[in-house]
């Protein structure tokens, strides 16, 4: 797992658990996809959380954090309606743009203060 090169989508896993987090906090689950005009690629946002009146992409990751088009689209289109934007993974704390970077395992937290 700290080698980053599972056999298994751990992807599911971290989804899972992190929609229970989302939930136990008294949120609502949000999901966003949609498919681009000249491509047939779906593109989604794991979860949408609302924040006063704006709302926080979260995406989450198992694997590679540099890959986030979906999320890098959805900002594009939706920047004048977002707050923050936050990716959950294995890595630890950092930016990637105007990317937070988080760690899973404070997901509890961070989603219990937005």
Not at 53 to 71: A, C, D, R, T
């Amino acid at each position: 797992m700290l080698s980053d090169k599972l056999e298994a989508n751990f992807g599911y896993l971290y989804e899972n658990a992190l929609a229970q987090i989302i939930k136990s906090n008294g949120r609502d689950l949000f999901y966003h996809y949609w498919y681009e005009k000249k491509g047939k690629r779906p593109y989604e946002i794991d979860f949408l959380i609302s924040s006063k009146n704006k709302i926080i992409p979260i995406e989450v990751k198992s694997g590679n954090i540099k890959n986030h088009k979906s999320l890098d689209l959805f900002i594009e289109r939706y920047s004048h309606i977002i707050s923050k934007r936050i990716l959950f993974s294995q890595k630890d704390i950092s930016n990637d743009k105007m990317i937070e970077i988080k760690p899973i395992y404070l997901s509890p937290a961070l989603i219990s203060e937005l």
